[in-house]
Nanobody
Framework: QVQLVESGGGLVQAGGSMRLSCAAS????????MGWFRQAPGKEREFVAA????????YYVDSVKGRFTISRDNAKGTAYLQMNSLEPDDTAVYYC?????????????????????WGQGTQVTVSS
């Protein structure tokens, strides 16, 4: 059974930084693309960033480019999201997801339906 556990959320002032972690178990982590999504109150879950199975490729939504960095440590089975220059609009519950299938996927077209496993989410609140 796949289990993803996010951590690292909390409250931060605008302009601050935060790093989220996603510890994975129950899957061959090094074979699966991973992604981060977020969901603000009253809004749909939206794509934030994705990383290929080997970490060689990354993709970001335009609103976080240059501020967020996704990475992974396959030896530790963990994915990360480093968030810098945080803005109040970044406030949301952040979820990590494991792709539905291992191997290559076109990350420029990835959506919620491409992910088969999700963590419980971690709240990120950015105060102005």
């Amino acid at each position: 059974q796949v289990q993803l556990v996010e951590s690292g959320g909390g409250l931060v002032q605008a302009g601050g930084s935060m790093r989220l972690s996603c510890a994975a178990s129950g899957l061959r982590f090094s074979s699966y693309p991973m992604g981060w999504f977020r969901q603000a109150p009253g809004k749909e879950r939206e794509f934030v960033a994705a990383i290929s199975w080997n970490g060689g490729s990354t993709y970001y939504v335009d609103s976080v480019k240059g501020r967020f960095t996704i990475s992974r440590d396959n030896a530790k089975g963990t994915a990360y999201l480093q968030m810098n220059s945080l803005e109040p609009d970044d406030t949301a519950v952040y979820y990590c997801g494991a792709a539905r299938f291992p191997g290559y996927i076109d990350m420029s077209t990835m959506g919620v339906g491409d992910f088969g496993s999700w963590g419980q989410g971690t709240q990120v609140t950015v105060s102005s």
